[in-house]
């Protein structure tokens, strides 16, 4: 893992995806971090952000912004923040909430960002299972 302060002093942490689903170690997001990660969702390689709210819970989402199908961070596995603490696209200054991954300021007000399940075991974030079809 390499990791990185960005310009607020919070930890952004990069990582690869293993062969379990294991997309990150719990003890490795700070809370109130962002974590960029690299996972195969419905079939396609895809870049996600992680986020490590302070009650403990963890969220991911796509690295991709509605607006425009662009990433999110300026460079890989660095990402923007408000002063508010709302995700900033880098591209075009969409803000979105942590808690939700909605859009309250810029080109996609209320759009939001595409949620990606998943969950703690073990100490380890993972990709939630797909439903069987």
């Not at 991709?64 to 900033?88: Q, T, Y």
Request: charged residues 20%; hydrophobic residues 45%.
């Amino acid at each position: 893992m390499l990791g990185i302060v960005d310009r607020t002093g919070r930890a952004v942490v990069s990582s690869s995806l293993n062969h379990a689903g294991v997309l990150a170690a719990l003890d490795a997001l700070a809370p109130d971090s962002l974590q960029a990660v690299e996972a195969e969702v419905d079939g396609a390689d895809e870049s996600l952000i992680l986020h490590r709210a302070a009650d403990g819970s963890v969220r991911a989402w796509l690295n991709v912004c509605p607006h425009a199908g662009r990433r999110l961070d300026f460079a890989p596995g660095k990402f923007l923040r408000s002063k508010a603490g709302e995700l900033v696209c880098a591209v075009h200054g969409a803000a979105f909430t942590l808690a939700d991954g909605q859009c309250v300021a810029g080109p996609c007000r209320g759009d939001r960002l595409r949620a990606v399940p998943v969950r703690c075991v073990d100490g380890q974030v993972v990709l939630e299972a797909a439903p069987a079809q």
